[in-house]
């Protein structure tokens, strides 16, 4: 769009349609209201235009008076004149493939565009107006002979990019300058073509202005950007930057109820904004009063009535509610008790299974008024959801809004943890905060077995096995684990197969005499969900029988080196990745050196062999994307590996607890310390990190001496050598739970324990300068790890004593 006055002194409205051109008139009517003034506009003339429009330009070509013209580009190059009501010549752009933008440059009467060969390029009006008409474009006998002029360019600049906007700026009268915004640079140049200065851009930049500045002799520029970010350079040197929440396409300053300076960025949706930099501007100008003294008495006066009336407020209402009142937002979750009838599952990596899915309903019921309700919703991977977040703009009071959703497995292994999470954020209005204090409710759910397990053949022998001690008579598994076995004829299943949809086999056995469960499995994390699901369902088994002493033992040693072996294949991955990571650097520099060569045997005038450089770059280029490929794979590998590790941690987790005792505060304790981590990192990984956990309770509540609790551990986290010294932390951790130490977080835990322990206990290796070996005083306890049946007197029967397969 431009302005143009039309013969008058009155201001125009001209607007460029793909096929037309129409011209306005601009009206004001003065406002009676609050919202301001009105204005109209009416059409005075159009042209209906031959060609294609793509931009258009205006001004007092060839030095007229009073009137502006108007110059529109079509789309295959050619500039058309319009002088008012009248279509007065058009010519094509020589060479003109694509058009670029156009801009008028009144001091030396050109226009300036850039063409499709990258190159800034200005034509004088009048040679325009005396070169060749457009619509007699194909040469004659007559034209040969020397009829009419050749369009001929004034000046030339290769700038190397395709721009994106022209702006001439002339704020001194004896100056002007053309400003051209690249896709990849900033020119400022004279009207005769020289560059002035240039700026290279780290960003892919939208749409520019430049504007005066208040320093003499500079010119400031904003320019916006696809990233939503808009600067300000006061010529090469950028003196702002700030945020917008779009990317702009459009940017001009105006001045606005006598604001000045309001920047106004259009958007790609056709959204307008207004804003300003710097600090809120005043806006209001309070009244002059008439001064009059002041009455100190009677200040005194009203000073202790607003005492006492804040005293009064504080002692019947809080500012912050109080957080007994946790009745404002009630969580609950649903977990529907079948399958969905079509499943949900997509993009599964399982294989030939049939995956399910599962609807979980979560329902949020208020008993006040609520704002900015976000629920947010987190499974264990490879679990995933059909949707994880849900968002609440409002909530009246008393009312309930309920979310459904799916999860299903997608990976071909199995999660740590079936257990769900939902998280409500959200803020409680008050009368003294009207937006609301933020506040956080939480509610846990629990995914069936069935999601991730099917029913599967019993096997009679597997690597690894564990047995679990109960002080209860033996359950028949078909009331444990209903949908997993057919019913027999006595109701007494004490053998059941699960297969896990990743394809491994758990194997559960009962005792028909003795009160022992014993799981096997051919992997050690797989023992983990039936296991925990076994001691689960047993609990709730008993608690609906009314008995209450039911409880769960491990007799046997823990199983540190089948853990140990899951955290050194765990770390090799870490290990790998760094060097596919540094070796993928290598040959990514050594691919651009190669590039470097080429451009510059390319860009020589004179022609020499390449010297097999481009056989290089290709092999290069071949490497680096088979060693991408394999950092990618490894990533994968080392996310599902880390997932197994966290299986195997809760199992060994699990053992410990049920071996010593151990309360729910205490297992918290060797939760945090052994899951300190949701994700696995190269900066921050999970073996330094527990290594630091351990080394702080061998050092605080586990301490043997004063000498211990002296040492300093390392404050700064970074991955080991290797892992030896974390499998010692771990087994002389195990070793201190064995000789009575105490799991406690309380200040007096860095005294040392008054607590008979037998046998000698080795000092944490916790330096160099300290580098004792405690793998005599640990060897003791842990000496058979590869069978974890527990080694107690039993008979040698089939694999348990009274189980029937």
């Known amino acids: 769009m431009s302005a143009l006055p039309q013969g008058t002194e009155m201001l125009h409205l001209a607007v460029l349609h793909s096929r037309k051109l129409c011209v306005y008139s601009v009206s004001g009517t003065l406002g009676n209201v609050e919202h301001g003034n009105q204005y109209q506009i009416k059409l005075m003339y159009e042209h209906n235009l031959q060609r294609t429009a793509c931009n258009m330009t205006y001004g007092s070509f060839g030095g007229v008076k009073g009137r502006d013209l108007i110059c529109i580009q079509s789309v295959d190059g050619m500039l058309m004149v319009f002088e008012q009501e009248s279509y007065a010549f058009g010519r094509f752009l020589p060479g003109s493939l694509l058009p670029g933008p156009l801009a008028y440059s009144s001091r030396t009467d050109s226009f300036i565009t850039v063409s499709s060969c990258h190159q800034v390029e200005s034509y004088k009006y009048q040679v325009l107006a005396f070169a060749t008409d457009a619509d007699k474009r194909q040469e004659t006998e007559q034209q040969k002979h020397g009829s009419g002029k050749r369009l001929v360019v004034d000046w030339t600049l290769n700038i190397g990019e395709q721009a994106i906007d022209i702006c001439i700026v002339s704020f001194i009268q004896s100056a002007s300058s053309v400003f051209v915004l690249g896709e990849r640079n900033f020119f400022c140049l004279k009207d005769n073509g020289q560059i ?75 959204h307008l904004q207004c804003s300003y930099l710097g600090t809120d501007p005043s806006l209001f100008q309070a009244p002059k009063v008439e001064s009059r003294e002041l009455n100190y008495d009677e200040l005194d006066m009203e000073l202790k009535e607003l005492q006492k009336v804040i005293k009064n407020v504080n002692k019947s209402q809080d500012v912050w509610p109080l957080t007994e009142r946790e009745d404002d937002l009630k969580v609950s979750a649903m977990v529907s008790p079948n399958f969905d009838s079509v499943s949900q599952a997509t993009d599964v990596e399982v294989g030939a299974d049939l995956v399910p899915s599962v609807t979980v309903k979560v329902t949020l019921k208020n008993r006040v008024a609520l704002q900015k309700i976000k629920l947010s919703i987190y499974v264990q991977p490879p679990l995933v959801l059909t949707g994880d977040q849900f968002t609440f703009e409002f909530m009246a009071p008393e009312m309930t809004r309920t979310v459904g959703f799916s999860v299903y497995l997608k990976g ?80 007494q299943v004490n053998v059941m197969g699960f297969r896990f949809l990743g394809g491994s086999q758990v194997t559960l056995l009962a005792s028909k005499t003795s009160q022992r469960y014993r799981i096997q499995s051919e992997q050690f994390e797989d023992l983990w969900l039936i296991t925990n699901e076994l001691i689960i369902r047993l609990q709730e088994y008993f608690e609906k029988q009314g008995i209450k002493d039911f409880t769960c033992s491990f007799s046997g040693s823990v199983p540190l080196e089948e853990y140990f072996e899951l955290i050194d294949h765990h770390f090799e991955l870490r290990i790998n990745g760094e060097k596919l990571e540094e070796l993928l650097s290598e040959r990514a520099v050594q691919f651009r050196a190669i590039q470097r060569r080429l451009l510059t045997r390319f860009k020589d005038k004179t022609p020499a062999p390449l010297q097999h450089l481009d056989t290089l770059l290709d092999g290069t280029y071949k490497q680096v994307i088979a060693l991408a490929d394999a950092v ?22 699990l053992l410990i607890g049920l071996w010593q005792k151990l309360s729910a505060d205490q297992i918290a304790i060797l939760e945090a310390a052994f899951l300190p981590l949701q994700q696995d990192t ?96 640990s060897s003791e306890l842990f000496t058979n790890h590869k069978h974890l049946m527990v080694e107690t007197p039993v008979p040698e029967v089939s694999p348990l004593q009274g189980v029937t397969e």
């Open 196 to 270: 002035q200065f240039m700026k290279k851009l780290d960003y892919s930049p939208s749409c520019f202005l430049p504007y005066c500045s208040v320093s003499e002799g500079t010119i400031n520029t904003l320019i916006g950007n696809h990233n939503n970010m808009l600067h300000i350079y006061q010529d090469v040197t950028l003196k702002w930057a700030t945020q917008l929440p779009h990317v702009p396409v459009a940017v001009r300053v105006g001045c606005l109820h006598d604001l000045k300076g309001v920047i106004v960025t259009l958007s790609d949706d056709g």
């Open 412 to 491: 071909s292994y199995s999660p740590p943890e079936l257990e769900g999470n939902a998280v409500v954020s959200y803020s409680r209005p008050t009368e003294r905060n009207p937006d609301g204090i933020p506040r956080v409710s939480q509610c846990k759910f629990r995914l069936p077995l069935k999601l991730v397990c099917l029913p599967g053949q019993p096997s009679k022998t597997a690597s690894h096995k564990l047995t679990i001690d109960t002080n209860k008579s033996p359950v028949s598994l078909l009331s444990l684990f209903p949908g997993f076995a057919k019913q027999s004829e006595d109701d």
């Open 632 to 653: 990618e794979e490894n990533q994968d590998n080392l996310f599902q590996s880390f997932t197994r590790l966290k299986s195997a941690t809760h199992l060994v987790i």
């Open 682 to 777: 190269q900066e921050l990984g999970w073996e330094e990190t527990v290594d630091a956990a351990l080394s702080h309770l061998l050092k605080t509540c586990l301490s043997k001496s004063s000498k211990e609790q002296a040492l300093n551990l390392n404050s700064q986290l970074g991955i080991p050598k290797d892992t030896s010294q974390l499998k010692k932390h771990i087994t002389l951790f195990c070793d201190r739970l064995a000789k009575g130490g105490r799991l406690c977080l309380s200040t007096d835990a860095a005294a040392p324990q008054t607590m008979v322990m037998p046998g000698g206990c080795a000092t944490i290796p916790e330096s160099d300068l300290e580098g004792r070996s405690i793998d005599q005083d």
